[in-house]
Nanobody
């Protein structure tokens, strides 16, 4: 059964950077998965950050895409041939504080999320 676990959250100063990771387990072999990143910040609806398609038995990446919420400040990549997808965040501001989660939309699997706090 597929599971997701996020990591890398924490406290960062305004203007700083942070790398979050989403580790997927229980993935089916020889299968394409779409994996997305979202965030939930206080007082706002959940926002789509971006995502990509990964193949579980190769290093292939297909159709990387981004939403508008963090356009130009968020970059998604795959950690080699692993089933781990990173979210690199730049230029963080206090309004970026919240819980960042990854998702397998095709099968409605969510990770528990990792908390990011941007504060001086």
């Amino acid at each position: 059964q597929e599971q997701l676990v996020e990591s890398g959250g924490g406290l960062v100063q305004p203007g700083g950077s942070l790398k979050l990771s989403c580790a997927a387990s229980g993935m089916r072999l020889f299968t394409w998965y779409r994996l997305d990143w979202f965030r939930q910040t206080p007082g706002k609806a959940q926002e789509f950050i971006g995502g990509l398609y990964i193949h579980t038995n190769t290093t292939e990446i297909r159709s990387k895409y981004y939403g508008e919420s963090m356009e130009g400040r968020a970059f998604i990549s795959r950690d080699g041939a692993s089933n781990s997808v990173d979210l690199q965040l730049y230029g963080l501001q206090p309004e970026d504080s919240g819980v960042y989660s990854c998702n397998l939309p095709g099968i409605s699997v969510w990770g528990p999320g990792t908390s990011v706090t941007v504060s001086a």
